[in-house]
Each structure stands twice: as C-alpha cells, then as structure tokens.
C-alpha cells in the first residue's frame, strides 16, 4: 500500500513542472492538465467515465473536469470558435478540480 502522501507530493510536482507549459502554450498544455486530473480523480474514486454513477459524486466536480475535458477535445480535433477565453476557462477548470482533490477529497 502507498503513502497516503505519496500521490499528493507527485500530483504537486507534476502540477508545478505543468504550470510553466500553462503560462507558455495553454492550449497545447491542456491534454497534459486533463491527464493528470483525471487520474487523480480516478484514484480518489471518482468515476468520470460512467454519467449514471457520477451523478452521487460531487456533481460540480465531475461537471467542471467534463466541460474542462470537451474544451480539450475541441482544441484537439482543431474545432473553429475555440477563444483563448474558452481555453483560460477550461485551465481554470482543471484548476478547480485539481485544488478540490488536492484537499484531500474523494468520491462519496
């Protein structure tokens, strides 16, 4: 078994080394944020991947990294319309779900 710590330390310095990328290319940063943001939602237990059993979990977490997450497969497929407002708001999303697991929280 890990160190209850462990992953907190590692999802810190990985969030750290993004943030440079963030401030340098955020479009190009967000794949990277999504990664990491959802495996930390999967080891906390929540199931991103499943609507009907997400609806239990924190709702506003799970709407926030989906909406953050559309944003990035937008980006990614080279939609037209995608603003640097609308990606600004999906890196502030990953934010968000990121402070709120960082804190300790996990899936109800």
């Known amino acids: ?3 209850p710590g462990l992953d907190r ?3 810190e310095s990985e969030w750290q080394a993004l943030e440079e990328q963030v401030a340098d290319a955020p479009a190009e940063a967000l794949p990277e944020l999504d990664n990491l943001v959802g495996r930390m939602l999967e080891a906390r237990g929540f199931a991103i991947g499943d609507p009907v059993a997400s609806e239990g979990d924190e709702p506003e977490i799970i709407a926030e ?3 953050a997450r559309e ?3 937008l980006v990614e497929a080279g939609a037209d319309g995608i603003s640097p407002g ?3 708001a999906a890196i502030n999303g990953y934010r968000a779900v990121y402070e709120y697991v960082i804190a300790d929280h996990r899936a109800p």
């Open 1 to 3: 078994m890990l160190e």
């Open 9 to 11: 330390h590692e999802w």
């Open 65 to 67: 990294f989906r909406s």
């Open 71 to 73: 944003t990035m497969r």
């Open 86 to 88: 609308d990606i600004a």
